[in-house]
Nanobody
Framework: QVQLQESGPGLVKPSQTLSLTCTVSGDSITTAYYYWSWIRQSPEEGLEWMGGITYSGNTYYSPSLKSRTSISRDNAKTAVYLQMNNLTPDDTAVYYC???????????????WGPGTQVTVSS
C-alpha cells in the first residue's frame, strides 16, 4: 500500500548539484518507526546506502558521502529530498528511495522501494 516515486533530472554535468524528490503515498513519513533512505546502484559500487531520515526527522549519512550530501523532508507533501553536490561521472547510478525500519545496504531489509531514477553525470 505504500508507494514511493523518485523524480528529478536524469542528466547532470560534472561539478553540478543533484536534487531528487521522493514522494510517498499510502502512509505518512512521520509514522513511527519508519526510516526513509536514499540508495543508489551502479556497476562499479553495487548497492550503496547513501543516507536517510527517520520518522522523527533525524538524518544520517554514509561516511563516504556525508560531506556533499543532504537529506531533508516536507511532511505536508510527504516528500523526502536528496541533494548531492560536486557530482562526478562516478556518481552515475540508478537512485532509489526506500522504506525500512533500520539503516541498511541490504535490499532484503527494505519494506518498499521506488522504481528508481537513472542519473547520468556527463559533460
Amino acid at each position: 500500500q505504500v508507494q514511493l516515486q523518485e523524480s528529478g533530472p536524469g542528466l547532470v554535468k560534472p561539478s553540478q548539484t543533484l536534487s531528487l524528490t521522493c514522494t510517498v503515498s499510502g502512509d505518512s513519513i512521520t509514522t513511527a518507526y519508519y526510516y526513509w533512505s536514499w540508495i543508489r546502484q551502479s556497476p562499479e559500487e553495487g548497492l550503496e546506502w547513501m543516507g536517510g531520515i527517520t520518522y522523527s526527522g533525524n538524518t544520517y549519512y554514509s561516511p563516504s558521502l556525508k560531506s556533499r550530501t543532504s537529506i531533508s523532508r516536507d511532511n505536508a507533501k510527504t516528500a523526502v529530498y536528496l541533494q548531492m553536490n560536486n557530482l562526478t561521472p562516478d556518481d552515475t547510478a540508478v537512485y532509489y528511495c526506500a522504506q525500512s525500519n533500520m539503516w541498511s545496504n541490504r535490499a532484503s531489509d527494505y519494506l518498499s522501494w521506488g522504481p528508481g531514477t537513472q542519473v547520468t553525470v556527463s559533460s
